[in-house]
């Protein structure tokens, strides 16, 4: 498995944009693109702050599902609404998973 950390400020006023983003980033979303987990989280001490955790198969199906042609549209729709509430541009931090449960 393999994962990416993604952080971001939200631009003030905007923390209730946040849902609107995750689900257009949701539709954007392919069936078979490797992706296996998405969280999205905001700080609960300083609710501009906005982590978003995406876990995939392997990073090669995740860098594959970057240039997947049939998520561009409805990612361009996604990207356009990040432009409009986000602070400047996101931050990745690419993770090797070595262990991961669920309860």
């Known amino acids: 498995m393999w994962a990416q950390l993604i952080t971001t400020k939200l631009k003030a006023g905007r923390e209730g944009d946040l849902q609107d983003v995750t689900d257009k980033l949701r539709a954007a979303e392919q069936a078979d693109s490797g992706l296996l987990r998405s969280t999205a989280m905001r700080d609960q001490n300083d609710p501009s702050r906005v982590y978003m955790f995406v876990l995939f198969e392997s990073e090669e199906r995740a ?10 549209e409805a990612l361009g729709i996604a990207r356009a609404a990040m432009a409009e509430i986000f602070d400047g541009p996101p931050e990745y931090v690419d993770l090797e998973v070595v262990a991961d449960w669920v309860r």
């Open 63 to 72: 860098r594959e599902r970057e240039n997947d042609p049939r998520r561009e």
